[in-house]
């Protein structure tokens, strides 16, 4: 399974960005898909995810200004961010797995997409 993320950029405190995933194969099949962060020296951190039921589950960090949604028409994942702060500086990368019999046997990464958060 192969991801795209796209949508990241430079915003100022406040605002809002739109990242989106592209993914090579229909979701309906994928266990769970979500997105991580790594910020600027730290280790890479969940940010939102979300099941083939459609059960999300977010950081207590982003909880109430992210949203994270799934088209399964166009095999895309959205994370809708608002109110954004410093703190969400991060690469961000989109996640997708599929779990069979108890074993992930699908695990792909998307190759990232700066979101820079100014002051």
């Known amino acids: 399974v192969q991801l795209v993320e796209s949508g990241g950029g430079l915003v100022q405190t406040g605002g809002s960005l739109r990242l989106s995933c592209a993914v090579s194969?229909?979701?309906?099949?994928?266990?769970?898909m979500g997105w991580y962060r790594q910020p600027p020296g730290k280790q890479r951190e969940l940010v939102s995810v979300?099941?083939?039921?459609?059960?999300?589950n977010y950081a207590e960090s982003v909880k109430g200004r992210f949203t994270i949604s799934a088209d399964n028409a166009k095999n895309t994942v959205i994370l809708q961010m608002n109110s954004l702060d410093r703190e969400d500086t991060a690469v961000y990368y989109c996640?997708?797995?599929?779990?069979?019999?108890?074993?992930?046997?699908?695990?792909?990464w998307g190759q990232g997409t700066q979101v820079t958060v100014s002051s």
């Open positions: 979300i099941s083939s039921s459609g059960i999300t």
């Open positions: 996640y997708a797995e599929k779990v069979v019999g108890g074993v992930i046997s699908i695990e792909s």
């Open positions: 194969e229909s979701i309906s099949g994928l266990t769970t």
